[in-house]
């Protein structure tokens, strides 16, 4: 066989082997659609079957789950707190960074090791602590469930845009102040744009964790106000029964709307992940 | 500049700051404070000094859980490196739709913990459903649903990071090496391998941290069940908080301990792993 | 410009949503009771009928949170130490009491504290009175009568007996039981028990109620009275349970392996359709046998009879009856919120509003002198509580489980008797075990 005929053979393989691969990879999410439109009572029984007439009940599970967990009102929650905190932390991380890397003081040196730091400290040692100062100082809501997402955001987001900055060249910020610019013009106009990669790396991997984090808003809002991850693990209610068909249902509607938005986004999703594991 | 600068501080550093000393840093401290007290609520401590750790020791499920986090990280780390490194060898084949396996193989990461374990529980309940047994009927079913759940889960994402990794390997090299008549094994280890040193040393970083702190997907999954068998840490901890009477204490000194093993495992795997990128 | 237009647009959400919210914060403040809720099975009757009813006779708000289920003490201790805690509470009984001592109020003197019946039921401490039950509930082996007396037609039955009230003792309830699973398919069910339900939060039928039964003869044995916390436990009734534990498991519709995933819920599902022709559960469960859709068991065939488990003289021990749901107003909130709490605690048992949807849609048997007899529950289960209660010659078994040390003792118990199930643990190791872990568990609470 010729070289080329090899590697054609060998493509062949690997095309065949990576569409079975993919094929196993999605077919959890399949599995959970298709069981979304089938009674509860033939979930657990039958896990793998497909629906038939006996079983299947079209939208029945999605009216019941949406309506049991206020699936609207979560989506609708999980969406304000993302958004605006992922905005909050790419704002006050990025001038905290370029502060601490353009000042050194004691002060700006033992911050930044303080927030490098706090990258590593599991959420478990602050968790109880965090969720009865959150109370007292009336930030168990979701507008101040902000605020707790910048601060542990904060970490993370001011390691990498430090990290970014130490690369670019004083001279265009000296030039700018020389010119009469004020540090915040300087800032916005002129470094911030640089920072657009960094940026939008950090919204990403901000935005997925808070999208999917529980245990922070359940603990502080999660008895008033459920995100989404919140409302699901609630559908494990009444004395332990889960309504299996309702939980499929929402399970669903729980990942189209990141599916949607990696669909749109995915490119810079994937150059996020890879920023960030570079600069780590 | 540092002049003009520090005029402007509060501005630049106050907002991140406020956030990460309210939400992070003096719930931290008080938490750390508080391992050596009983209490119930943050400002009723009573002190006890080491009686809190000593409890630990006494109710061993700290250790059993943390047994239990020691096997699964190992197995995740190994599997996950492995698996993701080969699949990204594959994709970087040049093999037609190549953009269309990463979609897919990334996706999975962008599922929020609480789905995931919902997920799996219905797919490995089926699974068992012939054997007449669940998830809860033996720890084993358990340990290895959440190692799958974490392959699923995180294969995509080192494999983006590997693939990154790949892209950078010297095309030259590789193609010297092939007319030297190295085989593809040494290949793999001569050339391959060593560029991509960085690639592992992060992957590695990330894949230990994320499953010594693994806490969603265990709660969703098994919840700790059968009889604490399949509890890690980070749930450990949340259940001596949350479920029994008068632990605070406890389950803050465990969060102490627990801070402490991911501090030093974090910095010892990079340590390790910085060197072996130097040597090479 | 369309950047300009984005920003705007997330500039007017935010402060809309800001002005929502702390438009939400100041409506706290006025007039309204917040009621934590235990029960997660009723709670869409708190939400749906009792609210709105209370709201439209009295202006005043009602605010109905339910815990998940298992999750009842860690919700109330977290929501009691916010800004805005819960103004009436649950408590199960002693040991739930002690931990939230610091929150009960002195009830002695409110309108709720007067309609009590019998007063002795009260939780008290000296003169105060802490906490008011709400629910007298009763518990036994739960049996579909149709099926029984198809059973008993059988022409070659090998028990003499002719009817299900003639068994009196275990030895006949397992001659019955074991006969009856020999001739399922000819009575047309999968098991004679229903699922033993150990679904993670769903094996408090066994770790409380049906332990209750051993741990009950043997304080009884002892002379120890009802609601007396005592360290002193050595399990002396093991091995009747053990009798019990495995004729429901060797009788049922279920493999032992796949009881793990199996609910509460599930198990009265399997009594209401037929599949099952007993179950072990309270007169709270006749919601969840009468409310299945495709509900088989006709409301005269719904019975009770006592759980048996093979002590001597127990053919004159009837259900088990008592309370496990007392009601507590929180002393830490302002007296005036603990007067609205005690308005809506009496006008939910004592207007004619309350209780017809006390006695409809919540089904508690009430211990309130304000309820006349034709207002009591009608379901079958409640009349069969009553009619055993009633019973001559038979006396009510009472709630010894409320001085199980800790709820830790019950989970443990339970994640024991799991492993059993599944072949992992012996039943003296669990017995062991228990002994121990109760006498851990007392000395951590005193």
């Known amino acids: ?43 657990s029984s039958e896990p793998f079957r497909f629906p038939n007439t006996e079983t299947f009940t079209g939208r029945a599970n999605y009216i019941e789950g949406a309506k049991k967990i206020n699936f609207f009102k979560a989506f ?14 790419v704002f006050t991380t990025s001038m905290l960074g370029w502060y601490l890397t353009r000042v050194k003081s004691r002060f700006t040196q033992i911050t930044y090791y303080l927030l490098v730091f706090s990258m590593i400290v599991p959420f478990q040692m602050v968790m109880f602590t965090m969720s009865k ?6 930030l168990d809501n979701p507008l101040g469930v902000i605020v707790l997402y910048v601060g542990f955001g904060a970490g993370l987001g001011t390691f990498m845009f430090s990290g970014f900055i ?49 245990l922070l808003p359940y603990l502080t809002i999660g008895t008033e106000y459920k995100t989404i991850p919140v409302a699901i693990q609630y559908l494990r209610g009444g004395y332990g029964a889960v309504d299996m068909g309702a939980m499929m249902a929402m399970l669903v509607l729980a990942m189209v709307p990141i599916i949607v938005f990696y669909i749109f986004t995915q490119r810079y999703i994937i150059e996020g992940v890879v920023a960030g594991a570079v600069k780590g | ?39 119930s609520t943050v400002t009723d401590g009573v002190f006890v000094g080491w009686s809190n750790y000593k409890r630990i020791f006494i109710d061993m499920d700290f250790i059993k859980a943390l047994w239990m986090n020691v096997r699964f990280t190992v197995v995740t780390v190994i599997m996950i490196n492995i698996l993701a490194f080969f699949l990204a060898l594959l994709v970087t084949r040049g093999v037609k739709g190549t953009n269309i396996y990463r979609t897919i193989f990334f996706m999975p990461n962008l599922i929020g913990g609480i789905v995931l374990g919902w997920i799996w529980l219905l797919i490995i309940n089926g699974i068992l459903l012939p054997k007449n047994a669940t998830i809860i009927t033996d720890p084993k079913y358990g340990f290895w649903g959440l190692v799958a759940l974490a392959n699923w889960q995180n294969i995509g994402y080192m494999m983006v990071i590997y693939i990154a990794g790949i892209q950078t390997i010297n095309k030259d090299l590789l193609e010297a090496a092939e007319i030297d008549g190295a085989n593809s094994w040494i290949r793999l280890k001569s050339v391959i391998l060593p560029s991509i040193m960085p690639a592992i040393t992060i992957c590695s970083f990330l894949t230990l941290t994320s499953g010594f702190k693994l806490f969603d997907q265990n709660l969703a999954l098994t919840a700790g069940n059968p009889a604490r068998q399949t509890e890690m840490l980070a749930l450990n901890i949340y259940n001596t908080f949350y479920t029994r009477s008068n632990f605070e204490g406890v389950g803050q000194a465990k969060a102490v301990l627990f801070t402490i093993l991911v501090a030093a495992i974090a910095l010892s795997q990079l340590a390790l792993t910085r060197q072996k990128e130097v040597e090479v | 410009m369309m950047k300009k237009s984005i920003v705007l647009t997330l500039v007017l959400i935010f402060l809309s949503t800001t002005l929502i919210f702390s438009a939400g914060t100041k409506e706290d403040a006025a007039k309204e009771v917040y009621f ?96 008011i039950p709400y629910a007298v509930e009763g518990y036994g082996i739960i049996y579909n009568d149709a099926v029984m007396r198809a059973y008993f037609a059988l022409p070659n039955k090998a028990v003499a007996l002719k009817s299900p009230e003639e068994i009196n003792t275990f030895a006949k309830l397992k001659a019955v039981v074991e006969d009856m699973t020999r001739n399922k398919d000819r009575l047309g069910i999968q098991g004679v028990f229903a699922s033993t339900s150990m679904a993670p939060g769903n094996d408090w039928r066994w770790q409380t109620h049906l332990v209750n039964v051993p741990i009950a003869y043997e304080f009884r044995d002892k002379g120890i009275a009802t609601g007396i916390e005592t360290d002193d436990f050595d399990f002396k009734y093991a091995n009747e349970m053990k009798q019990i534990w495995d004729l429901y498991l060797d009788n049922s519709t279920t493999a032992r392996g796949l009881l793990g995933s199996k609910s509460v819920d599930d198990a009265m599902a399997e009594f209401a359709l037929g599949q099952a022709a007993m179950v072990q559960n309270g007169n709270w469960g006749a919601a969840q046998i009468l409310g299945v859709q495709g509900n088989k068991v006709a409301d005269s065939d719904i019975k009770f009879m006592p759980i048996y488990i093979g002590v001597a003289g127990e053919e004159f021990d009837g259900l088990n009856v008592g309370t496990e749901n007392y009601f507590c107003i929180n002393s830490q909130v302002s007296s005036e919120k603990q007067k609205l709490s005690d308005q809506f605690l009496t006008w939910l048992f004592s207007s004619e509003t309350g209780k017809a949807i006390v006695k409809n849609d919540l089904m508690f048997i009430t211990p309130f002198n304000t309820f006349k ?17 009633n019973k001559s010659g038979v006396t009510s078994m009472p709630w ?36 121990a872990s109760w006498k851990v568990e007392y000395d951590l609470a005193h």
């Open chain 1, 1 to 43: 066989m010729s070289n080329l005929q090899r590697k054609n053979t060998r493509d062949r393989l690997i095309s065949i082997a990576l569409a079975l691969l993919s094929l196993l990879f999605i077919a959890p999410i399949l599995i959970v659609l298709m069981n979304s439109f089938k009674s509860k009572l033939f979930i």
């Open chain 1, 76 to 89: 609708g929650y999980s969406l304000f707190i993302t958004t605006f905190s992922v905005l909050a932390v």
């Open chain 1, 133 to 138: 100062i959150a109370n007292m100082l009336h």
């Open chain 1, 166 to 214: 130490k690369t670019i060249p004083l001279s265009l910020e000296e030039a700018a102040l020389i010119d009469g610019a004020s540090p915040p013009q300087t800032f916005f106009l002129v470094v911030l744009p640089m920072l657009k990669p960094t940026a939008i790396t950090i919204a990403i991997l901000n935005a997925m964790w808070i999208w999917n984090d529980y």
């Open chain 2, 1 to 39: 500049m540092d002049k003009t600068l520090r005029r402007w501080a509060p501005l630049f550093v106050l907002p991140a700051l406020i956030c990460f000393v309210i939400a992070f840093l003096v719930p931290m401290i008080m938490g750390f404070v508080l391992s050596f007290f009983k209490f």
């Open chain 3, 36 to 131: 934590l809720n235990f029960k997660p099975e009723i709670a869409s009757v708190y939400e749906d009928k009792v609210a709105p009813a209370f709201e439209a006779e009295t202006g005043i708000k009602l605010k109905v949170v339910t815990a998940a289920s298992g999750t009842y003490a860690a919700t109330l201790k977290s929501e009691l130490a916010k800004s805005n805690p819960p103004t009436i509470f649950q408590t199960n009984g002693p040991v739930g009491l002690a931990n939230s001592l610091n929150y009960v109020s002195d009830l002695r003197n409110t309108e709720f504290y007067k309609i009590l019946s019998d007063k002795s039921m009260a939780l008290t401490d000296g003169d105060r009175v802490l906490s």
């Open chain 3, 373 to 389: 007899d034709h207002e009591l529950p009608s379901d079958p289960l409640a009349r069969e509580v009553i009619r055993w209660m």
């Open chain 3, 400 to 435: 010894a489980f409320s001085v199980i040390p800790s709820g830790e003792w019950k989970n443990n118990f339970g994640a024991d008797l799991d492993q059993y199930i599944n072949g992992r643990m012996s039943w003296s190791d669990v017995a062991k075990r228990a002994v």
